[in-house]
């Protein structure tokens, strides 16, 4: 082979090489690659110790945020956008008659506050007189229960759902009624002020008035207000930026997150499974799910230092758009090793049907009570680590 061949093929391969890493780096590759962290800087990690415990059980007591995305979605842009008040859009419960974008908090509580929290059948018939789309309400509520490592258990209601009418419904097909009625659930942990996570709120003061809540720092006058209309007598609880402990092996972590809205703050659920490792868990997680899961490998010390399980909305399409960004996440969550996940309604549907066709291990629900595909957990599924 003549030198000028051999140039020429050198020079050939080299050109097929760098294109070839070029079309690596353009797809992304090289950013799940271990190759990244030689450009990354070295964080030391906390390792903050929270304790353990032996299992948690999560039941879904309601995922069925809204019933229409496009509903919900019309009146967002209708009203003017992700960005207007949530008390102004004169939906269930503070509609006040005057149409869409032209509500106020106090206006509408005043036409219901002297029926809470008992008298919530008469309550909605009011709220459906005078608000916007009530029957698209729906609401998202888990009850956690969590297995000390004496084989005692505790439970958790984490969300209250938005519908009084919904929610109601569900906490009795659930048995969550009685459990209130009857003390036996420790606290109410609010993620965030949005409408489908917090104002079905009287449905849980109607059966334990005197329960704690807790909620996140950064809440509105409207939303701590609300509180009180509600009917509340018990303990309320703010947790501020950062971990707070609820018991072994349990802790909020609450972060400084503006959100769609006009809602600040979202607080997420932390469990060291013993001998699993951790288990994160949402209720949308509008911090974002790499924020989410980095904050958890920084701060918190786990057993095997592995990443058990994840459940809950991660917010990726939960109005069941796509960009094609959304696979970068989607490709992310998958490097970290998890043995389960648990999707619902804030994750978003294509999103769990990408997961399922990534192979991974999603665990699937029976789509009953009204939710819409097996592809994520539903209605009345459950779903346990350890």
């Known amino acids: 082979m003549s030198t000028e061949q051999t140039t020429r093929r050198d020079f050939l391969k080299g050109a097929v090489t760098g294109l070839g890493f070029g079309t690596m780096a353009t797809m992304g590759i090289f950013s799940y690659s271990p190759m990244r962290s030689i450009f990354l800087p070295e964080i030391e990690r906390k390792m903050v110790d929270f304790g353990a415990c032996k299992s948690v059980k999560i039941t879904?007591?309601?995922e069925t945020s809204w019933f229409d995305n496009s509903i919900l979605m019309g009146d967002m842009k209708g009203a003017g956008g992700l960005l207007v008040d949530q008390y102004l859009y004169n939906w269930p419960p503070f509609g006040d008659g005057s149409g869409l974008a032209k509500g106020s908090y106090e206006r509408?509580?005043?036409?219901?506050?002297?029926?809470?929290?008992?008298?919530?059948?008469?309550?909605?018939k009011i709220v459906k007189a005078n608000s916007i789309h009530s029957d698209n309400a729906g609401g998202f509520?888990?009850?956690i229960e969590v297995e000390r490592l004496d084989g005692v258990k505790k439970k958790y209601l984490l969300?209250?759902?938005?519908?009084?009418?919904?929610?109601?419904?569900?906490?009795?097909?659930?048995g969550i009624d009685k459990m209130l009625a009857n003390n036996e659930i420790e606290a109410l942990i609010i993620s965030h002020e949005h409408f489908d996570h917090f104002w079905g709120l009287p449905v849980t003061m109607k059966y334990a008035p005197n329960i704690k809540i807790i909620i996140p720092d950064g809440f509105y006058k409207e939303g701590l207000q609300y509180i009180k209309d509600s009917g509340h007598k018990g303990e309320l609880v703010v947790h501020k930026k950062g971990k707070n402990d609820i018991e072994p092996g349990l802790c909020t972590y609450t972060f400084d997150v503006p959100i769609i809205s006009r809602v600040f703050?979202?607080?997420?659920?932390f469990a060291n499974v013993k001998d699993k490792g951790l288990v994160s868990i949402s209720g949308c997680c509008h911090q974002g799910i790499i924020q989410f899961i980095t904050t958890a490998k920084n701060e918190l010390k786990y057993d095997n230092d592995k990443m058990h399980g994840i459940y809950g909305g991660l917010h990726i399409s939960p109005f069941d758009?796509?960009?094609?960004k959304y696979d970068d996440l989607v490709i992310a969550l998958g490097g970290w090793g998890f043995d389960i996940i648990g999707c619902n309604h804030c994750t978003g549907l294509l999103t769990a049907e990408k997961f399922i066709r990534a192979g991974y291990p999603?665990?699937?629900?029976?789509?009953?009570?009204?939710?819409?595909s097996h592809a994520?957990?539903?209605?009345?599924d459950t779903l346990t680590f350890g």
């Open 362 to 372: 999603v665990v699937k629900g029976t789509a009953q009570h009204r939710s819409k």
């Open 159 to 174: 969300d209250t759902g938005w519908s009084y009418e919904w929610m109601d419904q569900c906490f009795k097909r659930e």
């Open 60 to 62: 879904n007591i309601s």
């Open 321 to 324: 758009d796509w960009d094609p």
């Open 376 to 380: 994520y957990l539903g209605n009345g």
């Open 265 to 269: 703050g979202e607080q997420s659920i």
């Open 141 to 143: 509520a888990a009850l």
């Open 108 to 124: 509408g509580i005043a036409k219901i506050k002297h029926l809470l929290p008992h008298n919530l059948e008469e309550a909605w």
